[in-house]
């Protein structure tokens, strides 16, 4: 560091010269200029009557031999008269005669040190007006002057003070007139140094409070863009809305199922001062004809990320499932699909849309189709929470596990599972997002949250709610408040008209059955046959006796009576379809192989991974002539069971 350098950084010490200084130089002096402002009209009313009495009455009795002082007097008073006529005509007209601020105490206080300096010069030896001038130059130090102009008046000052008592020579040799020297003088070091001081702490003050105001202007500034960002955030969120809340509707009519749901987003915001809401939950219910049976078929989603993002996939979901479940109404083909194929080919449609997000936008979904007139519950769980049943007073998990990952998730294959569960009149199956358990039960001061995770919480508020959709919400909400999107959907079997079944009549024609007196037992149902109808145990019984008896076609409508009042007979499916084979054997209507390959593959679809109906499907395609198709499924069964000797016998017949 040189010498230059040093002495530039001590004067800036010295001389108190900061960066702030520099930067807000302008700021700083438009603030002196609105101080000095409100001091424009009492100073003129003060200037014009304050030296009046001296003018007309102290002076001449005191210095008679000055006359001139009177007219610096007087020049006060009508400096004052002629700059408060400028304020008024300022008023009135709208002009700007009086400057902005400083220049009016510029000119005053320039005519009032001065004069002052200049005539107690001649008269330095009276101590009284000596005292006079030190009460000007200390009244200076409270004016909004700046730093260096404060410095000029008072050096301007004593240079006419100096000039007027060489000029007149007044006598300084007495003591009286060396004290009041030297009491003018330490007025002129004191007003230096306090002015120094006063002045400091005027910037300082007007620094903090420009900065104040700086930032309060960037706070409005930036709470003004907020403020535009929400309100288009807002309309973004609302006309997402529109485009979400037709997607979301229970379509469907009365009948033995009803469906109802409840549907609580977390997000709320105002538009045109209505509340709305949005989120990433979605549920949907409607009408279905598969295969001339009506269905129920429904879904509920939750999709990855909140209010927004979440809405997105919940659009992108809706819009999928509901393009789906048209083409099923419009489409025959569609809809000569079994409940299990069109879960599966529904999946496989969402699944393929979500995977072209490469994993940005997820959703786990409940997929599901309850056929009406057997309450027979297929669905699918794409890692969404566990169904619940609600039977008897007593909620309970159903198939509490997970087969799927997420819609979304690419590059992971696996064997679909459709899950089939049997329905009794009066039961209630809840379906539901996982805002239903992710309850805030507690919220600490320091912000800490305390989130339930007693999955059973749940089952014991839908006991208590007597399995009542919208007490279910109630009672969840006593315990604690919904931390994300609430959906839950319900799904009521309630037929009245159910078929008695008769034990006494089973038990009989079993007990005849296991004494390998089938046509007893067989006989027993034909004696009662008009008395009431038959069970779907009844028919399973009938079908078996049938086809011990060798009426494998009797055997085959009766299998199929039973199938239909009780389609979530996972034995009967397979059965079925293994005695289609059996009579094709027979009779070579090639009509019954594909009755064969539909029931099996439905059977497939419940259950991918049991070994003898992929080797039964497999010979199915066989006989159809699908060598591909059985072959693939032979590679599925030989991959569970290496060593299986019919695997090995089908492969043989193959090549």
């Not at 009313?45 to 610096?72: C, M, N, Q, S």
């Not at 699909?337 to 080919?345: G, H, Q, V």
């Not at 090639?590 to 049991?610: A, I, N, T, Y």
Request: with cysteine; aromatic share 12%; net charge neutral.
């Amino acid at each position: 560091m040189n010498f230059s350098t040093s002495i530039r950084r001590y004067l800036r010490l010295i001389f108190d010269i900061q960066e702030d200084r520099i930067r807000y130089s302008k700021e700083y002096l438009d603030d002196l200029h609105r101080q000095s402002r409100f001091l424009h009209y009492p100073g003129s009313i003060l200037g014009i009557f304050v030296w009046l009495g001296f003018a007309f009455d102290t002076d001449r009795k005191l210095h008679p031999e000055f006359p001139e002082l009177f007219y610096f007097r007087i020049g006060l008073s009508l400096f004052c008269v002629f700059f408060l006529s400028l304020l008024l005509i300022d008023r009135i007209r709208g002009t700007k005669f009086r400057g902005k601020g400083l220049e009016w105490a510029y000119v005053l206080f320039l005519y009032l040190l001065n004069a002052t300096a200049f005539f107690t010069g001649r008269i330095a030896d009276d101590p009284n007006y000596v005292s006079g001038l030190q009460i000007v130059v200390m009244s200076m130090v409270f004016m909004p002057f700046p730093r260096r102009a404060l410095f000029s008046l008072y050096l301007l000052s004593i240079f006419f003070f100096l000039t007027s008592v060489l000029i007149y020579k007044p006598n300084l040799s007495t003591g009286q007139a060396s004290y009041s020297m030297q009491n003018l003088a330490i007025s002129y070091v004191v007003a230096f140094f306090s002015g120094f001081i006063v002045e400091r702490y005027r910037f300082s003050n007007f620094l903090s409070h420009y900065k104040i105001l700086e930032k309060n202007r960037e706070i409005s500034e930036t709470m003004q863009q907020i403020q535009s960002l929400k309100e288009k955030q807002d309309g973004d969120y609302f006309l997402t809305s529109l485009l979400l809340n037709p997607l979301i509707a229970t379509k469907t009519e009365d009948g033995p199922v009803r469906i109802e749901f409840a549907l609580n987003q977390y997000k709320k915001f105002m538009f045109r001062d209505k509340e709305y809401e949005l989120g990433g939950d979605y549920l949907s219910a409607y009408d279905l004809i598969l295969q001339g049976k009506k269905f129920k078929a429904f879904i509920n989603g939750d999709a990855m990320g909140k209010s927004i993002q979440g809405a997105g996939g919940a659009l992108v979901l809706g819009a999928v499932y509901n393009s789906v479940v048209i083409r099923s109404k419009m489409d025959p083909d569609s809809s000569d699909r079994s409940p299990e194929r069109w879960l599966k080919d529904c999946f496989t449609d969402l699944q393929k849309v979500f995977e072209t997000f490469d994993g940005s936008m997820l959703v786990s979904a409940v997929l599901g189709l309850v056929e009406e007139e057997t309450g027979t519950l297929y669905y699918l769980n794409i890692e969404h929470p566990w169904l619940v049943l609600y039977r008897d007073g007593v909620a309970s998990f159903i198939d509490p596990e997970t087969h799927f990952y997420k819609l979304g998730v690419s590059g992971v294959g696996g064997a679909i599972y459709v899950r089939v569960f049997s329905m009794r009149p009066g039961d209630k199956i809840f379906c539901g997002s996982d805002g239903k358990d992710d309850l805030v039960l507690e919220e600490h001061s320091t912000g800490k949250r305390t989130i339930n995770e007693d999955e059973n919480e749940f089952l014991r508020r839908v006991e208590e709610a007597s399995g009542e959709l919208a007490d279910i919400e109630k009672k969840l909400l006593s315990v604690g408040r919904f931390s994300d999107d609430y959906s839950l959907l319900s799904i009521e079997y309630d037929k009245k008209e159910k078929i008695v079944f008769d034990s006494e009549r089973f038990s009989k024609a079993k007990e005849a059955a296991l004494s390998k007196n089938f046509d007893q037992a067989l006989r027993i149902y034909e004696e009662t046959k008009h008395a009431q109808s038959n069970s779907p145990e009844d028919w399973k019984l009938i079908a078996r006796l049938q086809d011990k008896l060798g009426d494998a076609e009797a055997a085959l409508r009766s299998a199929y009576n039973a199938l239909n009042s009780d389609p979530g007979d996972h034995e009967l499916l397979l059965y079925l379809s293994l005695l289609t084979k059996r009579i094709y054997s027979k009779t070579k209507d090639v009509s019954l192989l594909k009755r064969g390959e539909e029931l099996s593959e439905k059977f497939r679809l419940r259950f991918p991974d049991h070994v003898k109906n992929l080797i039964h499907l497999a010979d199915l395609y066989r006989l159809q002539g699908n060598r591909n198709r059985s072959l693939y499924l032979l590679e599925k069964a030989t991959e569970l069971d290496p060593k299986n000797d019919r695997i090995a016998e089908l492969r043989r017949l193959l090549s």
